[in-house]
T-cell receptor, first 110, second 117 residues
Framework: AQSVTQPDIHITVSEGASLELRCNYS??????LFWYVQSPGQGLQLLLK??????LVQGIKGFEAEFKRSQSSFNLRKPSVHWSDAAEYFC????????FGAGTTVTVRA | DTGVSQNPRHKITKRGQNVTFRCDPI?????LYWYRQTLGQGPEFLTY????????KSRLLSDRFSAERPKGSFSTLEIQRTEQGDSAMYLC???????????????FGQGTRLTVV
């Protein structure tokens, strides 16, 4: 069965600094991978997705993610974090339904 | 279309009572999903529909839970004889016709937060 692991429960980053969130997946075939963001009390918003092709994927809000098959990883990055990026981030793998990781909470300090 | 709509946004109920939640998907979407999210966890899959057919149910969906999607439009999720462990955020999502896994985006509603006291 497919599964996703997000090793970091909580990350604190200074505004303007770079951010990287880790995601490792377990999936038997070619994975379809997603990153979602959830602000407090809100639903999930899609940041970006990987289906095939270029392993570096660009998303909304200045985020990007790199798919590395050899490492079974799909890490999310942002070069310069804004205070509004404070939220919970979920990595997910799709096999006709989404299986989510436990999430990483990002705190942004001034 | 304003996206996926869920009602109510919040529900407080006493243990043992029945509750029903509603989800209105994006109108042209034929797939509808229910997820449950507890504090500090990612959403967990409960069930999904293609049109009016319920195609898969998670083992998390005990006999006290039932979901319907009459006429392939809105969906309801009912929990009978609620327990404190049912307290969670219940999320609904919808997506369009799929040609294969992952080729369409699932859009999520804002969820219904259930508190069982």
């Amino acid at each position: 069965a497919q599964s996703v692991t997000q090793p970091d429960i909580h990350i604190t980053v200074s505004e303007g600094a770079s951010l990287e969130l880790r995601c490792n997946y377990s999936y038997g075939a070619t994975p379809y991978l997603f990153w979602y963001v959830q602000s407090p009390g809100q639903g999930l918003q899609l940041l970006l997705k990987y289906f095939s092709g270029d392993t570096l994927v660009q998303g909304i809000k200045g985020f990007e993610a790199e798919f590395k098959r050899s490492q079974s990883s799909f890490n999310l990055r942002k070069p310069s974090v804004h205070w509004s990026d404070a939220a919970e981030y979920f990595c997910a793998v799709d096999d006709y339904k989404l299986s989510f990781g436990a999430g990483t909470t990002v705190t942004v300090r001034a | 279309d304003t996206g996926v709509s869920q009602n109510p946004r919040h529900k407080i109920t006493k243990r043992g009572q029945n509750v029903t939640f509603r989800c209105d998907p994006i109108s042209e979407h034929n797939r509808l999903y229910w997820y449950r999210q507890t504090l500090g966890q990612g959403p967990e899959f409960l069930t999904y529909f293609q049109n009016e057919a319920q195609l898969e149910k998670s083992r998390l969906l005990s006999d006290r839970f039932s979901a319907e999607r009459p006429k392939g439009s809105f969906s309801t999720l009912e929990i009978q004889r609620t327990e404190q462990g049912d307290s969670a955020m219940y999320l609904c999502a919808s997506s369009g016709e799929r040609q294969g896994a992952g080729d369409t985006e699932a859009f999520f509603g804002q969820g219904t937060r259930l508190t069982v006291v």
